[in-house]
Structure formats: C-alpha cells, structure tokens
C-alpha cells in the first residue's frame, strides 16, 4: 500500500527532524562544557529511546532534549509529558540491567532548548527533571 503524504508534510516532517538534530548536538556540546561525559547517544532498546546517556561526577543522567523554534506549543520540558516519562523510564531500566550499573546512583535531566532568532539559542539543563515512581 502506496500512502501519498504531501509534499508540505513531508518537508514540515523533515525540517522537525533536523531540528531534533541539532538540538541534540547542541545539548551534547552543552553537557561537555558543563563537565559530562557522554556515554552514549541516541540509545535504543525494545522499549524506546533516550537522547543522551551521560555521567556526572558519579551519577548517571539519562537525558530528554527538547528543542523549539517559537513558543507556539510551550516551553520545550513541557513536551516530556508522562508517557514519554514512562518510556524513558523503561528504556533507563534496561540499559542499567544490561550494563550492570545497579549500584550506580542515576537520574532523568531533560535539556530544553529555545531558539530566540537565527543565532541565539537559550539553553536550560534541568538535573532531575523527574523521578520513579
């Protein structure tokens, strides 16, 4: 089966994309400056996705980057709503199981990103954005 997506939705897919992209390196440079080390990105598991897999000092930051380009849908944090939370969470779960890290001490930060014109960006870290519960 053949869908016809249109040429406008297809370009607005694209350029969603790409500033998830950028974002994230972005948020990469941001992390590195600010003394993480990144461990991993863009990491998969049968349960979802998370963006950047980071440590600092002895913890380790599983991290949401959320990137926008107006203020039309809110603040970027605003978008890691519950469910996403809950994906976030299983993947974070399977990854601590599969490397082994059960003592480790970790937690869930989201870097959103605000582009405020071409060149300027406002970028804001939120260490332990959300916790298990």
Do not use: W
């Amino acid at each position: 089966m053949n869908l016809h997506i249109p040429f406008r939705l297809r370009r607005e897919a694209q350029a969603h994309l790409r500033l998830g992209v950028a974002g994230e390196r972005i948020a990469k440079i941001y992390l590195r400056f600010k003394g993480f080390s990144i461990l991993e990105t863009n990491y998969e598991s049968k349960y979802g996705e998370i963006d950047i897999i980071a440590r600092e000092k002895n913890t380790i930051a599983f991290v949401e980057v959320k990137t926008r380009k107006s203020e039309g849908f809110g603040e970027p944090e605003e978008a890691v709503n519950i469910r996403k939370r809950r994906k976030i969470i299983l993947c974070a779960r399977y990854y601590i199981r599969k490397k082994r890290l059960d003592g480790c001490n970790f937690r869930f930060d989201i870097v959103s990103i605000k582009y405020q014109g071409r060149f300027r960006k406002k970028i804001k870290l939120i260490r332990d954005a959300f916790r298990i519960s």
